[in-house]
Nanobody, 115 residues
Framework: QVQLVESGGGLVQPGRSLRLSCAAS????????MGWYRQAPGKQRELVAV???????DYLDSVKGRFTISRENAKNTVYLQMNSLRPEDTAVYYC?????????WGQGTQVTVSS
């Protein structure tokens, strides 16, 4: 069993930055594929960024060059550095841990980009 707790969301002006953190409890964190998803009002949840156990990363096209996902296995934590934020980045951001048949979600953290 893995529990995920996100933090770092908030209200920010366009062009500014935020860093989200996701702290995982439980064992074998390093073996999980970790991802950040987001869901805006009235829209489906979408994958924003993913990082494998080996450190390979991939991103949603609209955030490439602006967002960076990273993980610190010693701290059981995954991060999402978000730069040059846009109003269309406004959403609830969720942390996800995936491994084989196991799939876990955090409770989400709100990110609002507005002037």
């Amino acid at each position: 069993q893995v529990q995920l707790v996100e933090s770092g969301g908030g209200l920010v002006q366009p062009g500014r930055s935020l860093r989200l953190s996701c702290a995982a409890s439980g064992s074998a964190f390093s073996g999980y594929v970790m991802g950040w998803y987001r869901q805006a009002p009235g829209k489906q949840r979408e994958l924003v960024a993913v990082i494998t156990s080996g450190g390979h990363t991939d991103y949603l096209d609209s955030v490439k060059g602006r967002f960076t996902i990273s993980r610190e296995n010693a701290k059981n934590t995954v991060y999402l550095q978000m730069n040059s934020l846009r109003p269309e980045d406004t959403a609830v951001y969720y942390c996800n841990a995936y491994r084989a048949t196991m799939n876990y979600w955090g409770q989400g953290t709100q990110v609002t980009v507005s002037s």
